[in-house]
């Protein structure tokens, strides 16, 4: 009877433990990355793949104060594939420049908003748009195709 008893204080020690204060530490989902493939409208080549251009070559441009924005370049298997992981991290509006060779392929304007409900913390992207380039969404991995003239 005992064990029984001790066993009951220690489970609602444990169960008052936890508050709603603690809520953030029980859920969080990073935000999704915006992934992009360049690839030659009319051959469907990726321009990386067939050394047409060298991934040296890329820049991403915050249009708000000029800065370079950090993005990795994922070139493992004929996989080329430009990444951005920045945003979505806290609310924010971002509006990129992403260049090739000193070029601008595309403007990259997004709206995220950070959100915490029901104890998890997540990224909701109320705007993404694309301009001054032709496009695809796959919307099952989350690869833009950008199709370059």
Do not use: H
Not at 43 to 56: A, L, P, Q, R, Y
Not at 91 to 112: G, R
């Amino acid at each position: 009877m005992k064990k029984l008893v001790f066993i009951l204080f220690f489970t609602c020690i444990l169960l008052q433990k936890c508050t709603k204060e603690d809520c953030n530490s029980l859920c969080f989902t990073p935000p999704n990355q915006f992934n992009f493939e360049f690839v030659d409208a009319k051959t469907g080549e990726n321009i990386f793949t067939s050394n047409s251009f060298d991934k040296n070559e890329l820049n991403v441009i915050n249009l708000e104060n000029n800065s370079i924005v950090e993005f990795t370049f994922i070139d493992e298997n004929d996989y080329n594939i430009l990444s951005i992981n920045s945003i979505g991290w806290k609310t924010e509006s971002v509006n990129y420049s992403i260049q090739i060779a000193n070029k601008e392929i595309l403007n990259l304007y997004v709206e995220a908003k950070r959100l915490s409900e029901n104890c998890c913390s997540f990224t909701r992207f109320e705007t993404i748009k694309i301009n001054n380039t032709n496009y695809t969404l796959d919307n099952q991995s989350g690869i833009y195709t950008i199709l370059l003239e």
